[in-house]
């Protein structure tokens, strides 16, 4: 398809255990963002890639979590250790670089639903 | 630090009729963006409509339009003529101008639409 992809749509695991949820962005989109949206909330700012680069990491929350992408395409977002806290959906969104107009649009994905038993 | 405020959890409107969301939000930038965006339960965000401060002229994207007063900081969707598959989360979002891209989102309204 064209749109982000993210996989898997669902996790459930236990409290303790290390999760890995990737996504592919839009072809051509160098800009992806990862943010967390718990129950009833809006969506709070994780990370932001621009290519391989995350300039801005101020949103991850603590050292269990990680992210990291690959070329200009898919990105995974790691959290070891997982706590009960970190129940949420999980969204991913890329947009084209910046620097060719700030007002570039984001683009979301369905997000993954974890739920840390 | 930037926030965005929508101070309605809920609302309800009937079909055809014309409702409005409110959003507030809090910034000492002068360059910025706004937005809203729809959230069904499938969970995907979808744009509905962006507006940008240096323009004085409201956004409208069909039945969406927005009322952007850039003095009060307010920044209000309306939907007119309402329909069934309107009903979603909707959430106000800011994003900062310059190379600094991530968007900063409200708590969302949850809209349902009476037939």
């Known amino acids: 398809g064209a749109g982000v992809s993210q996989s898997p749509s669902n996790k459930v695991t236990e409290k303790g255990k290390d999760v890995e949820l990737r996504c592919d962005p839009i072809s051509g989109h160098t800009a992806l963002y990862w943010y967390r949206q718990r129950l009833g909330q809006g969506l709070e700012f994780l990370i932001y890639?621009?290519?391989?680069?995350?300039?801005?990491k101020s949103g991850l929350p603590s050292d269990r979590f990680s992210a990291e992408r690959t070329g200009e395409s898919v990105s995974t977002l790691t959290i070891q250790r997982t706590q009960q806290e970190d129940s949420a959906v999980y969204l991913c969104?890329?947009?084209?670089?910046?620097?060719?107009?700030?007002?570039?649009?984001?683009?979301f994905g369905d997000g993954t639903r974890l739920s840390i038993l | 630090a930037q926030t965005v405020t929508q101070s309605q959890p809920e609302m309800s409107v009937q079909e055809a009729e014309t409702v409005t969301l409110s959003c507030t939000y809090d910034t000492s930038e002068s360059d910025y963006y706004l937005f809203w965006y729809k959230q069904p339960p499938s969970r995907q965000m979808i744009l509905v409509i962006r507006?940008?401060?240096?323009?004085?002229q409201n956004a409208t994207e069909n039945r969406f339009s927005v009322n952007f007063q850039k003095a009060a900081k307010s920044f209000s969707l309306k939907i007119s003529d309402s329909q069934l598959g309107d009903a979603a989360m909707y959430f106000c979002a800011y994003k900062r101008g310059g190379a600094t891209n991530k968007l900063i989102f409200g708590t969302g309204t949850l809209l349902a639409v009476q037939p």
């Open positions: 969104a890329s947009s084209l670089a910046p620097d060719r107009g700030s007002n570039q649009p984001q683009h």
């Open positions: 507006q940008e401060a240096y323009k004085q």
């Open positions: 890639f621009q290519g391989n680069s995350a300039p801005d």
